[in-house]
């Protein structure tokens, strides 16, 4: 990874920043992931939220990445994951 830029260290920043956030919180309180059923899980907005918010934070961290396959692995995976809430968003209205 280079980090020897300001462009790099604020990208890397955001990156860690967005997947902690997103990937260590709860989507809101009153449950856990057990007790709820797999239709709301995919249908909350909330929930809904945090996976849009991991995968933009996937992209951020392959865009710090020099080798091409786990760049581009990233990369996909973060916008398969924002695709995926879009799609998940768009099928509850």
């Known amino acids: 990874m280079n980090c020897s830029t300001k462009q790099n260290r604020l990208c890397l920043a955001g990156a860690l920043a967005l997947l902690t956030s997103s990937l260590s919180t709860h989507a ?17 907005p909330d929930h809904l939220t945090v996976l849009a918010l991991g995968g933009i934070g996937f992209f951020a961290a392959g865009y710090l990445i020099q080798r091409r396959l786990p760049r581009r ?8 994951a924002v695709l995926a809430a879009m799609v998940l968003w768009g099928l509850r209205a």
């Open 28 to 44: 809101h309180p009153g449950h856990s992931l057990q007790d709820a059923s797999t239709a709301h899980l995919f249908t909350n």
């Open 73 to 80: 692995l990233l990369q996909g995976s973060g916008v398969a």
